[in-house]
C-alpha cells in the first residue's frame, strides 16, 4: 500500500526503467540467439526480478493480443479507488502506462504486413495511448479524491474501450487471413 505522491514517484521510476531501444549488437539489448524474433526497437520493462521485453517489430496480430491480455490484466486490478493505492491498482497502473508507450511506439510503424488501410491502425494505436497518457496526467495532478474517482472512472472506460477496439482489430485480422488463403 502506498499514497498516490508515492505511487507517482515509483510510476515515473518505471517509466524512465520502461525504456524503448533498439536490440542487437553492442549498441542494444543482446537477445539469445534461440528466441526467433525481427529485430528493431524493444520496450524494456523491469518490474522487481522480472525483465519483460516486448518486441515491438512482431507480427501485428501477437502484439495486438499481448497488449490486449496486458489491459485485460490491467482491468481486472483496477479496484474503487481511495486516499491509498494498493498493490494491485499500482500494477493496473504500471501495465496501462506500458501497454500505452507500446501503442505510441507502434502507431509510427509503416505496417506493411496488413492488408487494410495502415492508417486507421496508426489512428486507434495513437488515440489510445493519447488518451490513457491523458487521464494518467490527470490523475497525477488530481488534489481531491472526487477528482481522482472521476479519472479513475474515465481510465477504466478508456481501458474497456481499447480492449474492445484491439478485438475488432483482431477478428477484422483474423477474418482476413481466412480469405487471404482460400
Do not use: C
Request: hydrophobic share 40%; aromatic share 8%.
Amino acid at each position: 500500500m502506498s499514497t498516490w505522491n508515492d505511487l507517482w514517484k515509483k510510476i515515473w521510476n518505471v517509466w524512465v526503467e520502461s525504456r524503448i531501444r533498439p536490440w542487437g549488437g553492442s549498441s542494444g539489448l543482446i537477445i539469445p540467439s534461440s528466441i526467433n524474433a525481427v529485430q528493431g526497437p524493444v520496450l524494456i520493462h523491469k518490474e522487481k526480478s522480472t525483465l519483460l521485453v516486448l518486441f515491438l517489430n512482431a507480427p501485428l496480430d501477437e502484439f495486438l493480443e499481448f497488449i490486449k491480455g496486458k489491459l485485460e490484466e490491467a482491468l481486472e486490478d483496477m479496484g474503487p479507488i481511495g486516499e491509498v493505492i494498493d498493490e494491485r491498482e499500482e500494477k493496473a497502473l504500471i501495465n496501462i502506462l506500458f501497454v500505452a508507450k507500446a501503442l505510441k511506439q507502434r502507431s509510427s510503424d509503416d505496417f506493411k504486413d496488413i492488408v487494410g488501410d495502415p492508417d486507421d491502425i496508426r489512428g486507434i494505436f495513437s488515440g489510445i495511448s493519447e488518451e490513457i497518457f491523458a487521464y494518467l496526467e490527470l490523475l497525477s495532478r488530481s488534489k481531491k479524491i472526487v477528482e481522482r474517482e472521476y479519472h479513475w472512472e474515465r481510465l477504466k472506460e478508456t481501458v474497456k474501450f481499447a480492449i474492445k477496439s484491439l478485438e475488432n482489430l483482431i477478428k477484422k485480422g483474423s477474418k482476413q487471413k481466412t480469405l487471404k488463403i482460400s
